[in-house]
């Protein structure tokens, strides 16, 4: 049985990638450390393996992981030395080339996505690449899979980049908008979680906008929720705002509630992990009350999300989007930088005390005001997406004859 007829409810090839605007940068890649430009994975000299920056060793240094073993890709993603949706996709479908570079059978292949498959529940970005890489590679001679494999592989990645720009290029109306609209500067912007360059191949989600609308001369001041227990805001997003010299502001993850009273919030953009086809959307845990406190205070939330990102197989995010659930030491335990320099860990709770630790919860489509993709602006509703995706129809319409 195919990979696809198990995960998804049947097995049918996906309407191929098709991108909105064309968006002219000036720059390939947004993301500079020091003097060069980096994407958050490429294949490393050799031509085999492949590098990634290990995003837990952020922000205090800037380390590269050489993944050469398809169980090393499961790991990246499992440890989180890689996260977020569009990058687990991607680094799953090198851990597929790996695990054919060294075996191209289909044992081999098989094996493969079924290690790749467990890393990470919630984002559907993972399954997709799975599914991708093997309808790229499964009917092809052994001999010609490694080259296929890899080829379809970089695809992902280099529309993983173009899909980002899209994002950002129709984001960046958006905030034009509310700047005229608001007549004073800055444009304060809450995030939550990290949705920048990091958590793609370039460019970002949520963030993309915020790097454009930067780089256009629109005075940015960007809320940064630390979000807890990994902290990927205070760590990930800071550090990618600090190094494109964007204006910010970590805050503690319960301080959105407050700011949006007082008229300190002029918009919320975040992520996702999955968004159904009914426009629901599973992010970093506290997306939710985020939502809820913009509602209460008029507010716009909008969501920003690569066409990857939609299970079109999903309607009720709460009863369909699995929640992953960590190890509970996430909660229990901090990691920072000590007096000495170097990055220790402290316990944080009485060690007899359980946590419990859900690293995503639902936003329900009624509390988004916009979903932006790669295609263009959207209600966040089945209408609003099959408008911008109306290759998907015939799947939506034969779910809900099931
Ligand atoms: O647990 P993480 O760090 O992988 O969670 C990431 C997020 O929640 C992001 O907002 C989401 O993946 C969208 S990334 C473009």
């Keep these: 049985m195919l990979f696809a007829e198990r995960y998804a409810s049947r097995a049918r090839s996906r309407p191929p990638i098709l991108h909105g605007a064309a968006v002219e940068i000036e720059y390939p890649l947004s993301m500079r450390i020091g003097s060069t430009w980096y994407r958050t994975i490429w294949l490393a000299d050799d031509g085999r393996s492949v590098d990634v920056i290990d995003q837990r060793a952020l922000p205090f240094s800037f380390e590269i992981m050489r993944l050469t073993t398809v169980e090393q890709a499961a790991y990246a993603i499992s ?25 191209p059978l289909h044992g081999s292949l098989d094996r493969a996505l079924e290690l790749l498959a467990e890393t990470r529940p919630t984002a559907v970005n993972l399954r997709w690449a799975l599914e991708v890489m ?93 979000t807890r227990p990994r902290n990927q805001g205070a760590s990930l997003t800071a550090y990618e705002l600090g190094a494109h010299g964007v204006p910010h502001s970590v805050i503690v993850d319960n301080c959105g509630g407050h700011l949006m ?28 009350l985020k939502a809820l406190a913009a509602r209460d205070n008029g507010v716009p939330f909008y969501v920003a999300l690569p066409q990857t990102t939609i299970d079109w197989q999903a309607r009720d995010g709460v009863a369909e989007i699995p929640i992953e659930e960590r190890d509970p030491r996430e909660v229990r335990f901090i990691g920072g930088l000590g007096p000495d320099g170097r990055v220790v860990e402290i316990e944080l709770t009485p060690p007899s005390s359980p946590a419990t630790n859900y690293a995503f919860d639902v936003t329900p489509a009624r509390l988004v005001t916009g979903l932006i993709t790669d295609r263009g602006v959207c209600e966040a509703s089945l209408e609003g997406l099959l408008s911008l995706f109306p290759e998907w129809e015939a799947e939506v319409a034969e779910r809900g004859a099931e």
């Excluded at 440890?79 to 075996?103: F, H, N, S, W």
């Excluded at 992990?273 to 992010?283: E, S």
């Design 79 to 103: 440890e989180m030395v890689v996260r977020g949706a569009p990058l687990i996709g991607a680094t799953a479908a090198y851990g597929v080339c790996l695990a054919l570079q060294k075996d």
């Design 261 to 288: 009273q007082h008229g300190m919030v002029d918009v919320c953009i975040v992520g996702t992990d999955r968004t159904t086809a009914a426009g629901d959307v599973a992010n970093k845990i506290g997306t939710y």
């Design 134 to 226: 093997e309808e790229a590679v499964r009917f092809l001679p052994p001999d010609e899979r490694v080259a296929a494999a890899y080829q379809r592989a970089a695809r992902i990645c280099d529309d993983d980049v173009a899909i980002s720009k899209s994002i950002g290029e129709y984001g960046l109306a958006i905030f034009r908008d509310l700047t005229a609209a608001k007549g004073a500067a800055p444009l304060n912007i809450l995030t939550h979680c990290n949705a920048g360059w990091l958590a793609t191949v370039d460019w970002g989600t949520a963030l993309a906008p915020i790097y454009m609308a930067h780089d256009e001369g629109i005075e940015v001041h960007v809320w940064v929720d630390e």
